[in-house]
Structures are given as C-alpha cells and as structure tokens.
C-alpha cells in the first residue's frame, strides 16, 4: 500500500466513525446547555443501539417490509430507547433533584448491562439483513462513498440544525438561558423544567441514534456494540473540545475519530514507519488528546467559551 | 392638579409565620409621580414592592390597577399589568448581549431577530436618554450598565409601573444623578414609578411624595415639599420603646483592639469599608448600628481575618502580654497561633458559624480538634462542653447528637454563641445575634453579653434594633456606605440621632473605582 492510499484510506474510515461521536456530542450538548450534565450518555447510546437492533429483527424476515421503512423504524426505536433513557435521567435529576453524576453514572452502567443482554438475545442473522439498507444508495458502488449511509448525513443535518436553533432561535435563547441561569429564566417566565425535560430528552433521543449508526452503518459486525461505551465517554469529552457548539463538533467528530482509530491504521502504512508495538499508545491518543483540550480551553478562560454556567447543578424553585 | 391613579393598595398585609412583614398597608401611586418608600431594615418595604411585582401573594388585602382591582401570582402577571421591578440583585444571563438579556422570555408573536431588538433598544435609549450598547455581553458592563439593562428589560415589556428596589445602593453620585435624569424623563413620559431607598437626600432630590413604613406598618405619605429630613427619620424610626436591659459601667477599661484608616474594596472596586478607625476596651459593648450591608460584614470579617485588607491596621493589645500585634493580612489560624482570643459569631450562623449537617459534639470540634496529639479526635472534652452548654442555656434539644439543622433558630444561636464563650475570649464579635429569636432567647444573649462585659471582655455588637443599641451598648458606632458617620455614647444617644447618622451619604464625595 502507498503512503497516499493508506492516508486517503485512514480518513475514509475516520470521518465516518467520528458522525458516532457526532451523534452523542450533539445529545450531550442539548442536554448541557439545558444546566444538566449527563454522563448516562455512554449508557444511552448502548440502549439506542439494542433499541435499535431489536426493532430490525421484529421486522424479519427481509422483504415483507420496504428497506427505506426498516431503517425509519429502527431509527424511531433507536431513538425512542434513549429518549427513555433520557425521560428517567430527567425525572431523577428535574423532578427528584437527584445528584447529576450519580443518575449519569448509575444509567450508564444500567445502559451497557442492558445492550449486552439484548443483544446476546438477539440473532445477528435477523438484525445484520439491514446493513445495505443502511447503507443505500452507495451500498454496492464502488466509489469512496461507499462508507456512508443514510444516517452520515443525518448526523450532519442534525448537528447544523442545532446549531442554528440554540443560536438563531428564540426557542434556543430560551434554553441557553436555562442552562446559565435558570433562576433568571424563570424569572422572565420561562418554564425551566419543561425546557430540561424536553432537551435531556431530545438530546438523549439523539444520542441514541449514534448507537444505531456505529453498528447498522459504520461498523456492521456482531460484536460491534462492545465499542459504544468507550465511544460514548468521547462523544462527552468531544462536547468540550467543540465548546458546547454542535457545527464545531462536525470538524471535531473527525478529529477523534482520526485519533481513535489510530492504532489501527497508522501502524499498516508502512511508509510511516510506525511499530506494531506502538498501538497500544496510539490507542491512547483521543484521551490524551481531551486532556490537552481542557488545559487548553482552561488556560484561555475565555467567558464565551466556558460550560453552561448552571452545568451541574440542579435548580430549586425558591419558595412563593 | 388632575391626577390619575396608576396603582392602589388597599389594607394588605402578609404574614410570614406568626410575623407580619407588612400589616394593613393602603398606598395609592399616582401616574406621573415618583413615589418614594421610605424606611428602616426589616420594615417591610422589599416584602411589600414583592407582592406588587408577583413574588408574594398578600395574605390580605387588595390591589388595584388604574381603577381596576387585580390578582398579581407571578412576575408574568404583574407584567400584564403593566408592572416591572428592578431587583437590587440583577436577574441577567451573564454571557448573553444586552439585547439577549432584554427580549429573553418575551413572546410577542413576532420572528425572533436580534437586529429587530437593538432597534428597539436604541429607540428606548433615545427616548429616555439611557447609553447602552445591546451587543455588549453583561459580564464586560459595570454594575451602572447592568441596572440600565434591568430598567429596559422592563420598558421593552412595556411597563408604566417602575419599581425600584434600592437602585443607588450600587452607584456613583456621579451615576446616581443620572439614573435620576432617566427617572424624571420617564416620569414626564406618564409613568408611575416607585422607588425604594434609606438614603433621605436622595428621597428629597428625586420623589415627589414618600411613604413611611415601620416595623410593616404604613405610617404616613407626605408630600416631599413639605418635610424634610429630620421630620423624615421621626417617622422612620419612631418612638422609644423601653426594653429594661440590664446595663452596668465598664470597669477598668482598658485598650484592647484599635482600628485605624481600614479600608477594603470588593471585587465590584466599591469600597464596602472607607478609611474605618475605632477603638474597642475591655468591659465594654461596642455597638455597630447601621443601614444592612454598609460595611458590617466585611468589618467584623476584616478583624477575624476573613477579609482582604486594601489599608489600615488592626492592632491587638494582647491583655496577658502587654504587647502590640498587627491583625492584619494574617489568616484565622495565624491569629489563633498569636495567642489572640478572639470569637466571632457570624451573621451567617449554619453557612459561616456552624455545620448544619454535623451534631452538636461535632460543631464544638470546629474550634478545638487541633487539639491532643493522639491521631484519634477526643470526642469527650467536646461532649462535655455540649452538655454543659445545652444545660446552662436551656437549649432544647433530645440531646447533643441531634444534627444543629434540626434545632430551631434561637437554639442554633445558644449553641454558637455558647461554644465562642466557652474558649474564653478577650474580644468577642457578634453579629445580629437575636435576628429571628424570640423575646425570651434575645434576653439571654443579651445576658450572656453583659456577663463576658463584666468579666473583662471587649464586646463588639452588630444590630439592627436601635432601641437593643441604645440600652445595650456602652458606646454606639454608626457606619454609613462603610464610612464611620460617628461615634456616640450609649447612654445619652437617640435613635433619630443614629438614624440620621445611619443615611448621611454626603453626596459627590466618592470617586469612582476600579
């Protein structure tokens, strides 16, 4: 393999698995610029993805149901499973004021437990069926294209719409406030809980779809699904790096998913000169990497560039 | 004069427990006036601007609206009735422009867009003479800045009834006549507005009528031409009331803490304390009466090492030694290792004081686990000083592991004051130690006191009840704005005479900071 086709090849492969963290950091910040910190969000995306999945197999056998309607029901299941996800982490944290990281922490671990059931549950047979379905219209053709389905550019519409709405919209002010300063908001009569709800809900919605997308469209395999948690975690560090804005986390979806498959494609071009050896460390790099990030963002201290200024902590109404 | 009534209260009093914040008040705000309300701290006046702004719901009582009578729940409907208040603590997103912080909550139907907003905003800005700019993020604007946003966050909903709750506490003189132009522009403009404020030459310059209230109560609306200050203060502060506290002669005074040329700025670069010098003897009440939020805090804290010390020195004439030792810019712990026997009850009991979550034992600990050399914590010493103070200040409590949130107010007051007695102090701070006590638990701090006064210690009282002041205190300093207005003798002072003290900001003299 020459240098050139291995780096076009790297790329190739990147960009296509950092729309998973596109999906999960867009979710997450939905949910942050609502002031809630959702770390169930790795836990989330499990759930999306066994979601997801177990719709497709309800469908099979293949060829009763229209492709084009296989995949719009596993994307509703998708992510209608972490929309209730989302619905639980909101009534702890909304309703019951429960410690944000606790519930996050506590969904996570409930999520991957339950996605390795599902789909040890499920047959690889009945659910695998959809990948060229996935992957229409470039599922046969030979072109560089062939990598993206159907859910690729949704994750880039989803990202570019939520850009806009939390900027451009009043609906976005609304909630950007919420997440600054909910007492304020509340103040102006916004209605601050229905905001976090509605967010976290959405949000986590989302986040689902980025399971769906790493095993029906990117990865394709069987054991796939045991990656989406190291992703998930990435997709929450990916919110930082992209400054709570989803049309940066476009470029810095890329970016980490570059890093995060590193290991396995730097070492293979052999022109680099890169030891096998050495994948281990580059499979350190995106973390390495989110560190880097923080430092940097810490130092610069920029006011604009800062988290949600009520990110974490949950809001009490003062007594009337 | 044809005068229009914008505003009416008819006999509305609210009740929060078994205190009235207000009782029976009737006010009638007029459109085109400004309508000043006067009073001292805890007399009712926030409480009273909040049930008209849709924060309290009156408990009795009825408000009308240019003739009509309404029902204000929320801040949402005393904007549809035209109604906007300007909080002393500014409610603003503080990453947000201006213009984002202003249209924030309104839903006029109409497509959102910023530029349509600025528009808006400048129109505001020419009308009223304000000078703004609406992409300006709040957290770049200075304190004067952030109150403009406030009062056109109000005008862009279209209020006609201003409230103002304190506005020049924060400000300028230079500023302050500033927002007094706006406020008569906005007035000829045929709004009614409201302004609440302790300072009488400000009352003067800018309402045209002032309400006294007092202990809830509404005392009297004068029409300001025909008062003046002292008249003002009367009202405001009322007759003496005759308390009987037990009040005995310093003995042996002797110099025990002098205070020279203090001064701090806070992170705003207001001065909270400006150039404070006094001096505090053993066997004597020190009283420190004054408006809330003068400079109390930040001097008790300054002494107790707590606060940041911009000038001034803090010396400490140590009864034991002889010697001189500078307080200054030493932490807590440093002053403790000097040897200095200082105990300072906070006004912040449970948040400064003690740990509402801990048990009684447990919060005796604060101040003595340095302690023994074992790495285990002697938990006996600590729980017999418990007991000891449970049992000499009849607190009521099932027992010293009962965690402090659980007692009531004046009982966590018993135990704190107890445990800064107990190691046996030569300078002691309180500050407003009977707020929220009943007449019962306020006389037994009020003996406590005396008796560390008559064992030699040098007492430092931070109160708010002019009449405690007057019978409690050997000498009574009076702070204004964190400057020293005078210092009186507690036998002969009267209350008019601190409260005239309390509100003398000479105007025009304070640069601005920072």
């Avoid at chain 2, 150039?275 to 300054?302: D, H, K, M, Y």
Wanted: net charge neutral; aromatic share 8%.
């Amino acid at each position: 393999m020459n240098l050139w086709n291995g780096i076009l090849d790297y790329i190739l492969s990147a960009v296509p698995l950092g729309m998973t963290f596109l999906y999960g950091s867009t979710g997450e910040i939905l949910t942050e610029k609502s002031g809630h910190l959702n770390l169930g969000i790795p836990g989330i995306m499990c759930v999306g993805a066994a979601g997801g999945c177990a719709a497709i197999q309800a469908l099979h056998p293949a060829g009763t149901v229209h492709p084009a309607l296989v995949v719009l029901i596993a994307v509703l299941a998708a992510f209608l499973a972490g929309g209730l996800m989302g619905m639980l982490y909101s009534f702890l944290t909304v309703t019951l004021h429960a410690n944000q990281n606790v519930t996050g922490l506590a969904l996570t671990t409930f999520g991957v437990g339950l996605m390795k059931f599902i789909m040890s549950k499920l047959s690889s047979v009945k659910y695998l069926y959809a990948l060229p379905y996935f992957r229409y219209p470039f599922a046969e053709s030979e072109s560089s294209l062939k990598y993206c389905g159907v859910l690729f550019f949704f994750a880039i519409l989803l990202a570019l719409v939520c850009s806009y709405v939390l900027l451009k919209t009043r609906v976005g002010l609304h909630l950007r406030a919420v997440g600054e300063n909910p007492a304020t908001a509340d103040a102006v009569g916004i209605n601050v809980f229905l905001y976090k709800y509605v967010a976290t809900v959405i949000g986590s919605g989302i986040a689902g779809l980025g399971g769906l997308y790493y095993i029906m469209d990117y990865a394709g395999s069987q054991e796939a699904y045991l990656s989406i948690e190291a992703m998930g975690w990435l997709s929450i560090a990916l919110v930082i790096f992209a400054l709570w804005k989803p049309h940066i986390s476009l470029i810095g979806s890329a970016v980490f998913g570059a890093l995060f498959i590193a290991g396995a494609y730097i070492p293979g071009i052999r022109e680099l000169h890169v030891s096998m050896s050495s994948t281990p460390l580059l499979k350190m790099l995106p973390y390495v990497f989110t560190v880097l990030v923080l430092i940097v963002i810490s130092i610069r201290n920029k006011r604009e560039n800062q988290p949600p200024g009520a990110l974490g902590v949950n809001y009490y109404r003062e007594e009337r | 004069m044809n005068k229009t009534i914008a505003l009416e209260l008819k006999n509305v009093s609210k009740y929060f427990g078994s205190v009235a914040a207000n009782q029976h008040v009737d006010l009638t705000l007029y459109k085109g006036e400004i309508l000043a309300v006067l009073g001292e701290n805890g007399c009712g006046k926030t409480t009273l601007m909040n049930m008209i702004a849709g924060i309290y719901f009156p408990d009795e009582g009825k408000i009308y609206v240019d003739g009509e009578e309404v029902v204000i729940r929320s801040p949402k409907d005393a904007f549809r009735h035209g109604i906007g208040m300007i909080h002393q603590h500014f409610k603003l997103v503080d990453v947000f422009s201006a213009s984002e912080n202003i249209v924030l909550g309104v839903k006029d139907g109409k497509r959102f867009a910023l530029r349509n907003v600025n528009k808006t905003v400048k129109e505001l800005c020419g009308k009223y003479g304000f000078e703004i700019d609406p992409a300006k993020r709040i957290h770049e604007m200075s304190v004067s800045e952030k109150q403009t946003v406030e009062i056109l966050k109000v005008l862009y909903r279209g209020a006609d009834i201003l409230i103002l709750d304190e506005p020049t506490a924060v400000l300028t003189p230079q500023e302050t006549s500033r927002l007094f132009d706006i406020l008569r522009r906005m007035k000829e403009d045929g709004k009614a507005i409201i302004i609440i404020t302790h300072k009488l030459h400000e009352v003067m310059a800018i309402s045209d009528r002032v309400a006294v209230l007092r202990k809830g109560e509404h005392i009297a609306t004068v029409n300001t031409q025909e008062t003046n200050e002292t008249a003002l203060t009367e009202m405001m502060v009322g007759k003496k009331v005759s308390l009987n506290i037990a009040r005995s002669e310093p003995v042996n005074p002797e110099k025990r803490l002098e205070v020279t040329g203090l001064t701090t700025v806070n992170a705003d670069g207001i001065r909270v304390l400006d150039n404070v010098s006094f001096s505090v003897s053993s066997g004597e009440i020190l009283g420190i009466a004054g408006i809330a939020g003068s400079g109390q805090r930040e001097l008790l804290e300054a002494i107790a090492g707590l606060q940041h010390i911009d000038a001034g020195s803090i010396i400490y004439c140590d009864p034991k030694t002889g010697h001189d030792v500078n307080l200054r810019d030493k932490t807590p712990l440093q002053i403790r290792d000097l040897g200095v026997r200082l105990s300072f009850v906070p006004e912040d009991r449970l948040g400064m004081g003690l740990v509402a979550n801990m048990n009684i034992t447990d919060n005796m600990m604060l101040r003595s686990y340095r302690r023994g050399k074992s790495v285990f914590l002697d938990r006996e010493k600590p729980k017999a000083l418990a007991e000891n103070i449970i049992k000499s200040l009849d607190v009521v409590t099932p027992g010293v592991t009962t965690p402090v949130r659980r007692l009531s107010g004046g009982n966590v007051q018993k135990v704190l004051v107890g445990r800064e007695i107990s190691s046996a102090p030569s300078l002691l701070m309180v500050a407003y130690p009977v707020r929220g006590l009943d007449i019962n638990s306020s006389y037994t701090i009020y003996n406590l006191l005396n008796k560390q006064k008559e064992s030699g210690v040098a007492v430092v009282y931070v109160g708010e009840d002019l009449d405690v002041l007057t019978e409690l205190c050997d000498r009574i300093m009076v702070i204004c704005s964190g400057r020293v207005t005078g210092i009186l003798d507690g036998r002969t002072a009267v209350k008019e005479e601190i409260g005239l003290l309390m509100t003398k900001h000479d105007a025009g003299t304070r640069e601005q900071e920072g």
